[in-house]
């Protein structure tokens, strides 16, 4: 069932979602499919509890029910009413089963739904025939638990497992929805970004996204590319420079002329690879699905041969049907279509208390299997924002005067590198003084006056124009580490200087450590440049960087990588490690990240911890290790007393009734429900 709901769920992709699409249809289509896919799980739901209602006074009705428990509740004609709930549990709690098995006969390739179909027709057949004068006994509650178990097994599955990926409607989201488009007379009109064409200009406010790809025409301003590039470090853009659709003006006002719209822009081809990323992953069969099928073949070979010998032995054919019906009860999966789903809701409850967010089984049970981890570095290695890394200060100044100093300029900043200085001073404790006179000399710094004293935060560029001198020794030794370094002068004599970096998270150095210890390489593949990348790399202690990779370059890394051989996961938070997520083998986003990020991965780790990456290998690990032994007591008990049921013991005057096949049945199903519980973290 997994099986043929992906298949169905990536039908839907296939044939309705084209990347040349409009804003809107992206949207409409994302809706659709998930739509569809909690449809489904709503069908099965409905399905389950309408048969288990009707189960009740199956159960009751049962002859052989009534039996065990020592009453009599027989009455006239109670037969055919028994007979009627069990048409209606038969067709339709058993039509997605009866309809899946024939699909799956038709591509020859028979499977758990063949099985489950195989094994309801048999029972209400034989049972109708009874109810209707054939000589044995009806078995009308054998096929209604069966139903009501399997419309469970499938409907904790279909929960658990991944729906309609809404990768494609979340990344239009990133789009605002309208644009301020320029005139011949400069006047602004908000229209529809469906309606803006190449060569119009449109006016981006600060603090708006950019809504197309274009070229600055006019204005001076800091862009913040960080989610869609994975440049850290916010960008300045001034005429000539181009923009991205989907990136963030932080501080001036610009105006754009557009260069690309639809299908052509940079984030309708990040949907694109993203889509066919998806589209290009194998669907392997499982592990329920593999038992089924061989369960299937023997079910008919030993149904058939139990047939032939007992009528080959002269007994009567109701007798010979009724064995025959015995061994196809005993090969009905109760405990195999349980066995999978109990440890997927297990595993699902247990991922969840510990962070992870499990949004496609399969892929999640491959995990064990990982040579391979590939971490992004902004936002995932690091916190994807700045703060203050060394302090070096000149004669007379302590490291957190220095940092008291910047902070109480900084303080009415919005730049990054601002806000960076103040939070870094916030978390030592240090107080933020008042500053007077406030003034930003642009693409130079800040001042204003601290007690009384005229204070300049500055760039390198201001020290240089200014022939003020520095440590250039200490200076050039920060940069290469791909830090930013700012100076602080006091009454325009240097205090100081300041070095910030995108701040490096505690947990990634014992993640890649404790990754290395298990055999498996981490490797880092950023979007930012050489420098920071190789600092960062360097304190997390991985040794294979790839630096300054475009979004289409990173999905192909990923397929480098996994042409060596490797199984390959990627871990990242932004627009751009999209294609990546889905062309790994196990996509793995940051909770704190992008809407996008977390829509196409297929594990999303909810506490932002790298060292969820490892709880996540071993709980695969752990997950499948336990299926494994579920499918083996659900397969096992039915290959040990299939035979049994057949009479093979018959000589000795050992033979199984369907109803004591039943019960022990249903004892398989008992302890492959202890089993699963006994998965633990």
């Not at 004609?77 to 699909?103: A, Q, R």
């Not at 693409?443 to 250039?472: A, C, R």
Request: glycine share 8%; charged share 20%; with cysteine.
């Amino acid at each position: 069932m997994e099986h043929e709901h992906h298949r169905e769920t990536r039908h839907n992709n296939e044939s309705t979602i084209q990347p040349e699409q409009t804003h809107s249809k992206h949207g409409n289509q994302g809706h659709h499919a998930h739509s569809a896919h909690g449809s489904m799980v709503a069908d099965f739901k409905k399905r389950f509890y309408v048969s288990l209602i009707l189960t009740i006074p199956i159960l009751a009705l049962s002859p052989m029910i009534q039996h065990f428990l020592g009453v009599d509740w027989r009455f006239g004609n109670d037969l055919y009413l028994l007979f009627g709930l069990s048409s209606i549990v038969f067709f339709y709690g058993g039509w997605p089963f009866l309809t899946g098995g024939i699909s799956e006969l038709k591509e020859k390739n028979p499977g758990m739904m063949t099985l489950i179909a195989l094994a309801i027709t048999i029972a209400y057949s034989y049972s109708t025939l009874v109810v209707f004068g054939w000589g044995g006994n009806q078995l009308y509650w054998e096929l209604a638990t069966l139903v009501v178990i399997m419309l469970l097994g499938h409907w904790i599955e279909m929960r658990s497992i991944m729906g309609a990926s809404n990768a494609l409607e979340q990344l239009v989201k990133l789009m605002p929805s309208e644009a301020h488009k320029l005139d011949d007379r400069d006047e602004v009109q908000d229209v529809p970004l469906s309606e803006i064409k190449n060569r119009d200009r449109v006016l981006i406010k600060p603090g708006e996204k950019i809504p197309v790809d274009g070229l600055i025409i006019e204005g001076k301003s800091t862009i913040d590319e960080s989610m869609l590039t994975g440049e850290s470090i916010p960008v300045d853009k001034s005429v000539g420079d181009n923009a991205i659709g989907g990136s963030v003006n932080k501080e001036g006002s610009l105006i754009m002329e557009v260069e690309k719209t639809g299908e052509a822009s940079y984030l309708s081809q990040v949907i694109k690879m993203v889509k066919e990323a998806q589209e290009s992953k194998s669907r392997t069969q499982d592990l329920t699905n593999r038992a089924a099928k061989w369960l299937f073949y023997l079910a008919l070979i030993s149904g058939s041969a139990t047939l032939s010998v007992w009528l080959l032995l002269g007994y009567p054919a109701d007798i010979a049907i009724e064995r025959m019906v015995t061994v196809m009860v005993i090969a009905c999966p109760h405990a195999l279509g349980l066995a999978a789903p109990l440890v997927v809701a297990v595993s699902t409850s247990i991922s969840a208390k510990k962070g992870l967010l499990i949004r496609n089984r399969a892929d999640f049970e491959g995990a064990r299997n990982l040579d391979a981890v590939v971490f992004d570095k902004t936002g995932t290695l690091t916190q994807g924002k700045f703060g203050v890394t060394d302090i070096v200060p000149a004669e007379s100044y302590s490291s957190d005067a220095i940092l008291e100093l910047a902070a109480a300029i900084e303080q009415n900043s919005e730049h990054p590198i601002a806000k960076g200085v103040v939070d870094s001073a916030k978390e030592k404790g240090l107080s933020i003084r008042k500053v007077s006179g406030f003034e930003s000399m642009a693409g130079k710094g800040i001042q204003g006056q601290v007690d009384g004293k005229t204070v300049n935060v500055v760039s390198p560029g201001f020290m240089e124009g200014n022939k003020l001198g520095y440590d250039q020794q200490q200076f050039n030794e920060l940069s290469k580490e791909g830090k930013t370094v700012v100076f602080v002068l006091v009454e325009g004599q240097l205090a100081g200087m300041v070095a910030l970096a995108d701040i490096v998270r505690d947990s990634a150095k014992e993640a890649v450590a404790t990754l290395k210890a298990k055999g498996i390489h981490s490797i880092m593949l950023t979007g930012d440049n050489e420098k920071v990348a190789n600092w960062v790399a360097r304190e997390v202690g991985i040794s294979e960087v790839y630096a300054e990779v475009l979004p289409n370059e990173k999905a192909r890394q990923i397929r480098k990588i996994q042409s060596t051989g490797r199984r390959v996961a990627m871990t990242g938070d932004g627009v751009n490690d999209a294609p990546a997520l889905a062309t790994a083998d196990l996509g793995i986003a940051i909770g704190a990240g992008t809407d996008v990020a977390m829509e196409t991965a297929d594990v999303v780790l909810v506490r932002s911890n790298p060292n969820d990456v490892v709880s996540l290998i071993d709980l695969s690990k752990k997950t499948y290790r336990k299926l494994v032994q579920n499918l083996w007591w659900a397969t096992g008990y039915n290959i040990f007393a299939i035979p049994l049921a057949a009479g093979v013991l018959a000589p000795w005057n050992v033979v199984i009734s369907p109803a004591v096949g039943a019960v022990f049945m249903s004892l398989s199903t008992v302890i492959v429900a202890i089993n699963a519980k006994l998965l633990k973290a």
